[in-house]
């Protein structure tokens, strides 16, 4: 007898949690790296990286940066509702020859935390 309130509390407890989760806004990404192929020496480039708020709640991104001074980045600075669409882009400068593979951290409140984006190519010569 004693088993049945044991069990009855764990499945409350998992049905508290699995309901917290699906409350959680969550990203719904287009794709997550990009590939520029071959680029001139000198041209900044700009991938933009679209996702929808898959979750329940407002989706805020608090911060998102790129992994080097040569890559700078522009995030949605207003919540994004659940179902709505937004982006994220990286710019890459392209001063240097030769192979790059840079990355964007995301960080955000949605379920997955920290996410992060990649960017690659090769710059040539002009």
Same mark, same amino acid.
């Given at each position: ?11 409350? $407890? ?24 071959? $680029? ?20 805020? $991104? ?43 951290? $995301? ?20």
């Amino acid at each position: 007898m004693k088993k049945a309130p044991l069990l009855f509390s764990m499945l409350a $407890v998992v049905a508290l949690l699995f309901a917290f989760r699906s409350s959680l806004p969550a990203f719904g990404w287009v794709q997550t790296q990009h590939d520029f192929g071959k $680029v001139p020496q000198g041209t900044p480039i700009t991938a933009e990286f679209s996702f929808t708020n898959k979750g329940a709640a407002p989706l805020v $991104v608090t911060n998102a940066k790129g992994s080097c001074g040569c890559t700078g980045v522009e995030y949605p600075k207003e919540p994004v509702m659940p179902g709505a669409s937004a982006s994220i882009k990286a710019t890459y400068n392209a001063a240097a020859v030769g192979p790059f593979n840079k990355s964007v951290t $995301v960080e955000s409140n949605a379920e997955e935390g920290v996410v992060s984006l990649s960017i690659q190519g090769e710059v040539t010569e002009n």
